[in-house]
DNA sequence: TATGTGTATTATATTATCTAGTACACCTAT
DNA sequence: ATAGGTGTACTAGATAATATAATACACATA
């Protein structure tokens, strides 16, 4: 259900927060559906249970979780909110990035294709399902 | 002629090393020219001199500069090499973008538009030298 | 000779990350 | 009521990356 990358320079916990999100966002997980518990993960991923704690503590922070003493955690956001959220923030990305090809004198067509062709690339990929 | 952003995560030896990338390929720091020396910068940023050490070993690891003992360092890439090689870069960045884009069912007209306006606020920002 | 270079070394401080162990409050099924 | 599974809090320690501090040495040049 979630990978783990040990040489990534991304901390643990970070990898944690983008694996859940990136769960919601493909639909695997759903709202109101239960997270494995803090120990449970901790125990899948051979991994210390208070790093687990200390990603689903962040997840709840950006309100895309809640917890229930007791009870356990759950998705709290749904698909739709989510994926609106994270579209707009890698919007964000790209045109940090064109502004940074820009200074670089990359032509615009040149970045153009790239895009063009990861996308048609994917749709490929895609239609092997 | 160098910003350090102490708020920043990025550790202050790559924010160096950064900028004087940004400084050879905007064509301010010429092929062979030389850099200000560690203590130098040092004083001027007030900095440990073994961080911008570290920057400058790392420059050089990356051929990007070169180093005489009892001289001084210099520049060892030219402009276009250096443009060509993070070009590159950035392209291999918008892919990894772009795949995150679809990832999200990001419409290719959204982002093709976000390129386009960047491109276009720049064009306009430049006008006014 | 004096000064300014790059370079190397050792030590310390700080911070982020991760682990380890323990404890407590709460919920639920038995 | 009890047992077991939850979230949560706390202290402590290990490790790595980053940055500072203080010296020292070899080399180049005016």
Redesign the interface.
């Known amino acids: 259900m979630i990978l783990i990358d040990y040489k990534s320079r991304k901390p643990i916990y970070e990898q944690i927060i983008d694996n859940i999100k990136s769960l919601i966002?493909?639909g695997v997980l759903k709202r109101d559906e239960q997270l494995p518990s803090v120990r449970q993960m901790a125990q899948e991923l051979a991994i210390n249970p208070n790093t687990i704690q200390k990603a689903y503590t962040e997840l709840e922070r950006e309100g895309i979780t809640y917890s229930l003493k007791g009870r356990g955690s759950f998705v709290g956001s749904s698909l739709q909110e989510l994926?609106t959220v994270?579209?707009k923030a890698?919007?964000e990305?790209?045109?940090e990035?064109?502004?940074?090809?820009?200074?670089?004198?990359?032509p615009?067509q040149?970045?153009?294709t790239?895009?063009?062709?990861?996308?048609e690339q994917?749709k490929e990929d895609e239609a092997y399902d």
Chains 1, 2 share one sequence.
Do not use: G, H, I
């Open positions: 966002v493909s994926r994270q579209q890698l919007l990305q790209l045109a990035l064109s502004a940074d090809l820009y200074r670089l004198q990359v615009q040149d970045a153009w790239v895009v063009q062709q990861v996308y994917q």
